[in-house]
């Protein structure tokens, strides 16, 4: 008489275990929350008018609720469940970002006709887009990214009108940070480069170079609002 010998099933937390994390995973995010906060409170004070101090509020909340989220996600260790749920707050911020970064571009700097039309398309588009992601969080991470960056160049539509109201400098700046918000989500989408995996992988990468678009584009708000 021979025993059948069965090996114990995995339980629910070996089972979806994430494997472990860079070291500065979530880290530059945690310090950029506060250091755009920081940076907003005197371009907040010195605004033009109130109209434009408004609108450069909504601009700071919306990158901060960005870098604030996926710090949150990011650094703590959470359950899959509360996993899963951060990770769809940390998508959805996105879309705020990008949204509070048209704000003032649109509302205060365009103006008119123009800047109503392209603040209008883009907060439809980033609720529109939170809608999605809160229904539907997983798919290759390159379909993820698409929205992201359609968003994030739908300037291009009002490009002459942003060239009056901005000036070439501005604009410039305005698509330097564009580009390196493409790039970031290109590294995220590939998972590459993959520097340093133990302490600065790929997904730091990424997070690097949205914080040097955060920067980028904070110039070209705060000059618009001043």
Known sequence: MTRSITTPAPTPATAVAPPPKPL???????VGAPAVVAAGVPVLLLASDRSAG???AVYIAGVTAMLGASALYHVPMWSPEARRRLKRLDHSCIFLAIAGTYTPIAGHALGGTAGAALLAAVWVGAVAGIAVRNWKVD??????????????WVAILALPALWTALGPFDVALLAAGGALYTVGALVYARGRPDPWPRVFGAHETFHLLVLAAVATHFVVVARAVL
């Open 54 to 56: 408004l609108l450069f």
């Open 24 to 30: 500065l995973r979530g880290w530059l995010h945690l």
């Open 139 to 152: 798919g290759p991470r390159w379909l993820r990214s698409l929205p992201y960056i359609a968003l994030g």
